[in-house]
């Protein structure tokens, strides 16, 4: 199986690098599924409907959010018509929406992706990421019942991110994190056979701080206040993401490719 999986498409900026950049890597690379984190992907503040639909209308298989799911509240409406856009799996029951999908291929090989936040500088309130994939892995049995298995981790410390992918690694062919909006250089397959990355970088403009206007965020680190709205930067954005590739057998990974595409940031890091 085949995929590829997109970082935090950050504001108008990022929809358009995965407008432009996409169709090539389809090309190149043949993917099964297309999944993107959308968590900024509407001025930077979660993904309301008509994003999604924008999103959906690149070809995209499936959406995550993040810690911002909930800030447009048009979505709220829309959480629970899966699969438009998952959120973390390790809220409470009864939250609104779902943390995992299974995407199907023609040939009935299926992909489930699940979505988990993190709790370390992000979301103390969130139930165990460990504890709540683990429930959920219970049911699926890699290379058995379910072809390949992605977690995206959106999560804002390397330790917990890495502790994570460490203890996943052999059950799940994949394990990315999203959130930082800053791209590691850590790509790789674990010991066990499932690909990893600790952060896939956004897809946004990076002449910026993590993609809003300089200015605010600079003057607010200064002052200690919180002087003014954060704005998108809005020069052209780079694609930042991974494509992944399983062995239909085992459903671990045999290759993780990063992919730096347009903007500042094109082709800063090799291949693996
Ligand atoms: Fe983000
Ligand atoms: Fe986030």
Redesign the pocket.
Known sequence: MKFIVIG?I?ARPGREAVARHLPGQREKYAPDFVIA?A??ASHGLGVNAATVRELYGYGLDLLTG?D?VWDQKDLMTHLDRSPWVLRPLNYPVGTPGKGFHILETPDKRRLLVIHALGRIFIDKLCDNPFAAIEKLLSGYDLGTNISGILVDF?AEASSEKNALGQFLNGKISALLG??T?IPTSDARILSQGTAYITDLG?TGDYDSVI?VDKETPIANFRTGLKLNKFTPANNEATLCAAFIETDDATGLAVKIETIRLGGIMCGMIGQI
């Open positions: 935090d950050f984190n968590d900024n993040g911002h959106h999203t959130h909006h956004m993609g």
